[in-house]
């Protein structure tokens, strides 16, 4: 079975520029988590939906920060404008059980802004 | 104070030994606990859940919670090299949504 797939893998972009990170979740879990990784931060998370609904973004930076989930199988994170202190790992999780089980991780997305 | 913490590390351990790694949470009404292992430039993936006061064996892990305490811990017995990686401690959040806070992580060497 395919696990949760992220990309791009890598990015690098300049200051100002728009970033979309895309992620698809194991098919049949309902939960979806967006979580940034930095040395000195650790593994945050940034915002969390339930059956596409988003629950708690309480985790999002700024204004800059937004995420979608249109659908059970599609999430979006879009940071615009990107700022040299994003740079960091995304990384998208899925769980059938919310956060009260197991969470499945892609394979992250690394963003460098320069 | 943070709602998970860790030692960062490194831990040294020769191959054979025992690694012991701990964590304290903040939350009371934490009920779900977590070790999640992330070998260098991976994702995380999880190795022990525990939800009950006491010792949870699988193969050479062992995990230990004490909600008294506020205390979760992780026993590698017969470490290999293949253990070496970073370790974090998960708990969920319980009021209102239900999300996972993660520790800083350690991170275990395994000296052959």
């Known amino acids: 079975d395919a696990g949760v797939i992220q990309s791009p893998r890598h990015e690098v972009t300049e200051m100002g520029q728009e970033v979309t990170l895309r992620c698809k979740p194991i098919s049949g879990h309902n939960s979806l988590f967006w979580y940034r990784q930095t040395m000195m931060r650790g593994l945050e998370l940034l915002i969390y939906?339930?059956?596409?609904?988003?629950?708690?973004d309480s985790g999002m930076p700024e204004d800059r920060f937004s995420a979608k989930m249109p659908n059970a199988s599609f999430s979006t994170l879009k940071i615009q404008p990107s700022e040299p202190r994003d740079s960091a790992v995304y990384f998208c999780?899925?769980?059938?059980?919310?956060?009260?089980?197991?969470?499945?991780f892609g394979e992250g997305s690394r963003l460098t802004v320069l | 104070q943070k709602e998970v913490e860790q030692n960062s590390g490194p831990l040294s351990v020769p191959e054979g030994a025992i690694a012991s790694l701990n964590c304290t949470y903040s939350d009371r009404g934490s009920q779900s606990f977590f070790w999640y292992r992330q070998y260098s430039g991976k994702s995380p993936e999880l190795i022990m859940s525990?939800?009950?006061?006491g010792d949870k064996e699988d193969g050479r892990f062992t995990a230990q919670l004490n909600k008294a305490s506020q205390y979760v811990s992780l026993l590698i017995r017969d470490s290999q090299p293949s253990d070496s990686a970073t370790y974090l401690c998960a708990v969920n959040r319980p009021q209102g949504a239900q999300k996972l806070v993660f520790g800083q992580g350690t991170r275990l060497t395994i000296n052959p």
């Open positions: 525990i939800y009950s006061n």
């Open positions: 939906f339930n059956n596409n609904v988003p629950i708690d």
């Open positions: 999780a899925s769980s059938l059980t919310g956060g009260a089980g197991e969470l499945f």
